[in-house]
Each structure stands twice: as C-alpha cells, then as structure tokens.
T-cell receptor
Framework: SQQGEEDPQALSIQEGENATMNCSYKTSINNLQWYRQNSGRGLVHLILIRSNEREKHSGRLRVTLDTSKKSSSLLITASRAADTASYFCATDAKKSSGDKLTFGTGTRLAVRP | GAVVSQHPSRVICKSGTSVKIECRSLDFQATTMFWYRQFPKKSLMLMATSNEGSKATYEQGVEKDKFLINHASLTLSTLTVTSAHPEDSSFYIC????????????FGPGTRLTVL
C-alpha cells in the first residue's frame, strides 16, 4: 500500500514565523487531505485538495499539490502557539466499499511563544 | 460541522478481557466508518472499513476474530477487542464518512486502551 512520507519529522519555530511541511506519496491519487492532531486527541480535518487542483487556501493555511512530483506542502502563516500539534497528510485509494485513507508519517510542529 | 464521538475515551482492562469501543456520528449519517490504530508518535494505521449493514473489510494482518466490528446503523459502529493482551494497548480512532460529504472523513477523539 502507498505510504506518505512527511518531512520534516519535527519542526520548531517561533510564534509569528511560517511553518512549511511537505508530504510525498507513491501512487496516483484522487485527492490529498491534511489533518491536524493535538497530543492524545483525534484528528481535525484541515483541507482537501483534489488531484486537478494545484493550490488551495483556507485562512492561514495554504496547500499546494504537484501530482507530477507526487508531493504536497502545507504552509501555516503567522504561526501561533496554539498551532502546536502533529500534522498528517492523507491520500485516498478509491475502492468499492468506500475511500481508504493512507496517512503520512506526520510532522510534529512546536510553536514557541 | 460533522461531529464524531467515541466512548469510552480511556479504558484500562485486565489481560484476557474484552473491550468494546463505540463510534457515533452525531449529526450526519455515516455510510462508511473506519477504524484506525495509532502507536505513540506514529501515524494512523487503518485496521478495517465498515459499511452499514454489511461485514467489515479488514486490512492485511488485522485479525478479524480478534477485532470484531459491527456497523448496525448509520450512526453507530463498534469495535470489540476480544481477549485483549498488553500488545493490544494502543490509541484507537474511528472516522466516519457519509451524507452529505463523501470525500472527507471525520474523526472521533480516540480511545486510549491499556491492557494490564
């Protein structure tokens, strides 16, 4: 099964700085999604970008997708301490019984106040 | 937005006992529910996919007799860990997908299982 790889694995920045996380995957996708997870909690859906889209914005989030390189990036601008969390990309694999998501390894972001 | 709940949030049990975890979609109909397992500081690994009213589809390497999944209604799926052992200790997360959005999975808050 495809496995997303994210880099960096961990990122520490100062509040107000931008944070960029990258995700690479191996097979063709229909869409790619980014999720956020606070420690010991469930996942919060951030943004979905379809394979025919190249860039998408949502508030302070900007996601890009390059299907030729099989990669995506998540940019968080003007970071806040509350952005501290793990961020995962997830790609789908269509199947008759529903969409399966394959998650990347995740990036642990720490934003210092 | 779509809300998914899980119960219990945390459970500690003795080795050999069975534990049931509930996953509910509170404000939408979940035609498909997914169960994931997550080890500390690791990614989520899909265990199984369940559709309402039909048998779950398990991922390779996941024992279906050990992890029993029932999706009896459009708002409820349950995962039962049978004869739990310490190696089953993990963070179990469910997600739900359905009406109106079929592209997005909405995740529950997770259940921390500790088997002594």
């Amino acid at each position: 099964s495809q496995q997303g790889e994210e880099d960096p694995q961990a990122l520490s920045i100062q509040e107000g700085e931008n944070a960029t996380m990258n995700c690479s995957y191996k097979t063709s996708i229909n869409n790619l999604q980014w999720y956020r997870q606070n420690s010991g909690r469930g996942l919060v859906h951030l943004i979905l970008i379809r394979s025919n889209e190249r860039e998408k914005h949502s508030g302070r989030l900007r996601v890009t997708l390059d299907t030729s390189k099989k990669s995506s990036s998540l940019l968080i601008t003007a970071s806040r301490a509350a952005d501290t969390a793990s961020y995962f990309c997830a790609t789908d694999a269509k199947k008759s019984s529903g969409d399966k998501l394959t998650f990347g390894t995740g990036t642990r972001l720490a934003v210092r106040p | 937005g779509a809300v998914v709940s899980q119960h219990p949030s945390r459970v500690i049990c003795k080795s050999g006992t069975s534990v049931k975890i509930e996953c509910r979609s509170l404000d939408f109909q979940a035609t498909t529910m997914f169960w994931y397992r997550q080890f500390p500081k690791k990614s989520l690994m899909l265990m199984a996919t369940s559709n309402e009213g039909s048998k779950a589809t398990y991922e390779q390497g996941v024992e279906k007799d050990k992890f029993l999944i029932n999706h009896a209604s459009l708002t409820l799926s349950t995962l039962t860990v049978t004869s739990a052992h310490p190696e089953d200790s993990s963070f179990y997360i469910c997600s739900a997908q359905g009406i109106p959005s079929t592209d997005t999975q909405y995740f529950g808050p997770g259940t921390r299982l500790t088997v002594l």
